[in-house]
């Protein structure tokens, strides 16, 4: 029964082409606007490589200082976590699997004594950094522990970076330059997308051969400084409400001892889905805010293109209340005719959230400059010549044609049960009049 219903429904699309297409283009637009919106949030989200533990991630990268004596003082500062904030309130955690610092940066590389320089991004880390992140390495290995512990200046690079610099990925025993410093490479991985934000970079190097990486500030108690993110990796799930208090408890006893400046975390550490939306360091992200925005959003985007198509709909089955007439009058029921439409309907709309999906994917590659900046308060300044790429897993994965399905069904619904309701809710005398006359 279903497939004859296709048959016929293909069978009115050619006879109604422009109508068909239309409604095609109709549908196209609102799901292509849903599914950005969908890609972009599981490119943020989900385990993409080489972040592939996000859902066992948690995140912490600011902290806000306030005086102990706040009638006397009532002014606050706030900014990047300093090492000493994060070796006194990250690094002796006991539930969290693994903890992790990094520093970021920016500088020009090259080879020895070769004036043609390429200024690229850095990252400074520890060794269980690349124990937390899942990096595949073309060529040679991480630095070791016993690297990192000696502060030796060795690096990791991208691939793109050792084809850049050597002229082929093998570069493990060649030395190269960074910020004018000689650093012996130990491995090449491939490269990351500039989409992955907390891995993104071209060399990653020990942060102990930073001569003053652990200097304290003389001010605000030395809390606020230049940690880039602190990652905790948790064993699982449930232990994130552990590991947040075990946080907690090490702010309670620093503020307890505190004679000058007390500390706050906004509350911090973060999951993924929230710390890609902490912007500020003096405030934290309202999330219900944030989830009952973008429930709006998404609700107009299917809305909107739902009510036009809904009048299309009307109009449609207007002309077709004499066919539905002479079916009821030999026996069809209104819940067989309702289903007959709406799988009619759900082939036009299939048609449209096929349509809506590659419309989606060409908005995002003339778009990938910037579209990641969607949502945020402030623009990221694109380094130059970076590429942002979307790779294929991020664009075909099983989550993203289940969302386009769902979006089909549920635009479906909208635009074609009101107008088949209002239908056949005429009897059958008045429906065969208008097919007669």
């Given at each position: 029964m279903?497939?004859?219903?296709?048959?016929q429904?293909?069978?009115?699309?050619?006879q109604?082409?422009?109508?068909s297409?239309?409604?095609?283009?109709?549908t196209?637009?609102?799901?292509?606007m849903?599914m950005?919106?969908?890609?972009?949030?599981?490119?943020?989200t989900a385990?993409?490589?080489?972040?592939t533990?996000r859902s066992?991630?948690?995140?912490?990268?600011?902290?806000s200082?306030?005086?102990v004596?706040?009638?006397?003082?009532?002014?606050?500062?706030?900014g990047?976590?300093?090492?000493?904030?994060?070796?006194?309130?990250?690094?002796?955690?006991?539930?969290?699997e693994?903890?992790s610092v990094?520093m970021?940066g920016?500088?020009?590389?090259?080879l020895?004594?070769?004036?043609?320089?390429?200024r690229i991004?850095?990252?400074?880390?520890d060794a269980?950094?690349?124990k937390?992140f899942?990096?595949?390495?073309?060529s040679?290995?991480?630095?070791?522990?016993?690297?990192?512990?000696?502060?030796?200046?060795?690096?990791?690079?991208?691939e793109?970076l050792?084809?850049?610099?050597?002229?082929?990925?093998?570069?493990?025993g060649?030395?190269?330059?960074?910020?004018f410093?000689?650093?012996?490479?130990?491995?090449?991985?491939?490269?990351?997308?500039?989409?992955?934000?907390e891995t993104?970079?071209?060399?990653w190097?020990?942060?102990t051969?930073?001569?003053?990486?652990?200097?304290?500030?003389?001010?605000r108690?030395?809390?606020?400084?230049?940690?880039?993110r602190?990652?905790?990796?948790?064993?699982?799930?449930?232990?994130?409400e552990?590991?947040?208090?075990?946080?907690?408890?090490?702010v309670?006893?620093?503020?307890a001892q505190?004679?000058e400046?007390?500390?706050?975390?906004l509350?911090?550490p973060?999951?993924?889905?929230?710390?890609?939306?902490?912007f500020?360091?003096?405030?934290?992200?309202?999330?219900?805010?944030?989830?009952?925005?973008?429930?709006?959003v998404?609700?107009?985007?299917?809305?909107?293109?739902?009510?036009?198509?809904?009048?299309?709909?009307?109009?449609?089955m207007?002309?077709?209340?004499?066919?539905?007439?002479?079916?009821?009058?030999?026996?069809?029921?209104?819940?067989?005719?309702t289903?007959?439409v709406?799988?009619?309907?759900?082939?036009?709309?299939?048609l449209g959230g096929l349509?809506?999906?590659?419309?989606?994917?060409?908005i995002?590659?003339f778009?990938?400059?910037?579209?990641?900046?969607i949502?945020?308060?402030?623009?990221?300044?694109?380094?130059?010549?970076t590429p942002v790429d979307?790779?294929?897993s991020?664009?075909?994965?099983?989550?993203?044609?289940?969302?386009?399905?769902?979006?089909?069904?549920?635009?479906?619904?909208l635009?074609?049960?009101?107008?088949?309701w209002?239908?056949?809710?005429k009897n059958?005398?008045?429906?065969?009049?208008?097919?007669?006359?």
């Open positions: 279903i497939r004859q219903y296709f048959k429904a293909w069978q009115l699309i050619r109604n082409r422009l109508f297409a239309i409604y095609v283009a109709g196209a637009l609102g799901i292509s849903v950005v919106m969908a890609i972009l949030d599981y490119v943020k385990g993409i490589y080489p972040e533990t066992r991630l948690m995140y912490a990268k600011s902290i200082v306030e005086p004596d706040t009638v006397r003082f009532k002014y606050f500062n706030s990047s976590l300093s090492y000493k904030a994060a070796r006194l309130l990250f690094m002796p955690l006991q539930t969290p693994r903890v990094m970021q920016a500088d020009f590389a090259s020895p004594n070769d004036d043609n320089l390429t991004q850095s990252r400074y880390v269980d950094y690349w937390i899942d990096f595949r390495f073309v040679g290995k991480p630095f070791s522990d016993a690297d990192f512990a000696s502060g030796l200046q060795v690096a990791v690079v991208s793109s050792a084809k850049n610099l050597f002229g082929r990925a093998e570069a493990v060649q030395y190269m330059e960074y910020g410093k000689p650093y012996r490479i130990a491995g090449v991985v491939k490269d990351v997308s500039y989409v992955m934000a993104y970079s071209q060399i190097m020990p942060y051969c930073i001569n003053d990486y652990d200097r304290e500030d003389s001010e108690e030395g809390m606020i400084g230049g940690v880039g602190v990652y905790l990796l948790a064993h699982s799930e449930s232990d994130f552990s590991i947040r208090k075990e946080v907690d408890e090490n309670r006893k620093f503020n505190a004679t400046w007390k500390i706050d975390l509350g911090q973060d999951i993924q889905s929230v710390v890609i939306h902490r500020w360091s003096n405030i934290g992200p309202d999330m219900k805010k944030i989830s009952i925005q973008n429930f709006l998404l609700f107009l985007l299917l809305l909107v293109p739902a009510l036009n198509l809904s009048g299309m709909n009307s109009t449609r207007e002309k077709r209340l004499g066919e539905m007439g002479v079916r009821k009058a030999f026996g069809a029921s209104r819940a067989k005719l289903n007959q709406l799988t009619e309907n759900l082939l036009l709309t299939g349509a809506g999906l590659l419309l989606s994917y060409l995002l590659l778009t990938r400059d910037w579209i990641l900046d949502g945020k308060q402030f623009t990221d300044a694109l380094p130059e010549g979307f790779s294929i991020m664009l075909f994965n099983i989550n993203i044609f289940l969302i386009v399905l769902l979006v089909c069904l549920v635009m479906n619904i635009s074609a049960l009101i107008p088949v209002r239908s056949l809710r059958i005398v008045d429906s065969l009049y208008i097919k007669y006359n």
